[in-house]
């Protein structure tokens, strides 16, 4: 029989302690879930891996790396990369540089310095110099050139004499200091390569009256691939660009003179 739906319902409560037991949550599996996040961790490192696979590195191709910053006009690295220096050399200047874009590099750099440095200042020294770096052919065009540039007129605008030698307790210094280097134009016989570089030239010394000053400037070397080196076949200079001046205090005659003697040069490489 029926309830019919105007007759009251009937409810009905248990006491608390009939109440059935609450299932408790379930515990978290630390082992299961670990195992879960090393794993994701593997698929991503071996994600990255392939996706890096065939991308090549800076500086250890010669051709990669400078060819982008020469043609592209995008900024090279700023850190050392690519070729280690060289371990010969001619009267006493770097030869023997690698076949490539960054051999051709490392040699201008190299000869920017040479061109810049005290010995161009006497004759003998001079020339020594220009049959280190001077392609064959050029070399008694360069040689006429930079004779006529370091001239006597030349040499005393900083007190020299007829050899490039100082007065009696001054030094004479030159010394080019590569900032860095700019392919313009490469080919496996010819290569045009800018170089920035910072100069310091002057006389060292109590009384002197051409303190040794800065120079920034632009070398552009022609190169030509002869003798199974590059060898410099015509150059031009430009000023700049320059760095605005800093709020250093300049040091004195003295320090100068000691620093240039107790610190050497270096062979530069790209």
Known sequence: MSLSDDQPHTRTRLPVGDLPPSQPPRQARPVRTLLTVVGILVLLVVAISFANRGKPQPGHDGSTSTASSGSGGQAA???????????????????????????????????AVALGSADMFNTGARHSVIAAIAAPAAANALQSRLDSAFSERAATTYGLDEHGSAPA?????????????????????????????????????????????????????????????????????????APVAGDQQAASADEIRSATEEYGGFRYAR
């Open 77 to 111: 690295p700023t850190a050392a990369t690519g070729q280690r220096p060289v371990d010969t050399s001619r009267n006493g200047i770097p030869a023997g540089f690698p076949h490539n874009d960054q051999g051709a590099q490392s040699a201008a750099a190299n000869y």
């Open 169 to 241: 307790g001054l030094t004479f210094i030159s010394r080019t200091i590569p900032i860095g280097t700019r392919t313009q134009e490469y080919s496996d016989s010819a290569a045009r390569v800018a170089v920035w570089s910072n100069g310091l030239i002057g006389l060292a010394g109590q009384g002197s009256t051409q303190p040794v000053s800065e120079n920034w400037f632009t070398l552009t070397l022609d190169l030509r691939w002869t003798g199974n080196d590059w060898k410099v076949a015509d150059f031009r200079q430009q000023s700049g660009p």
